[in-house]
């Protein structure tokens, strides 16, 4: 089945903008639908909710973050947009099922060259402009 256009310009407007403050509600302005509308079509369509597929997006990115070893937890945190470290944390563990500090340790007791990461980002969403809207449905 092919993806709702609204759902595809939802998780690409959330693949370019991660690391922003974006919720559920932004998006759904941004995209001129109503917020239920929204969240009723990405769950259908996607399998997982809106505000999952943001934390998904920006937990895989932190563990591509994490495995480059440039950065602190703290800094890796922040760069993909979580504001609050704590939050960062639980949503790691809830996604990764093993916290960033021990993800860290297991990173760095792996023989070298270290892998890719483990867990594949959500495939992103090819092309198109976000500042076009789709006539209204009714």
Partial sequence: ARA???VLRARRYIDQRYAEKISLSSIAAELGVARNYLSSL???DCGVTLTTYIH???I???RLLLSSG?????????AVGYSNYRHFYRSFLRICEV???KYLKQLRSAPVPRPAAPVALPPPVAGGDMGQRPPTQV
């Fill in 4 to 6: 709702n256009p609204i």
């Fill in 42 to 44: 990405f769950h259908r």
């Fill in 56 to 58: 998904q997006v920006r």
């Fill in 60 to 62: 895989g990115h932190a």
């Fill in 70 to 78: 440039v950065r602190s937890l703290a800094e890796v945190a922040e």
């Fill in 99 to 101: 916290s960033p500090t």
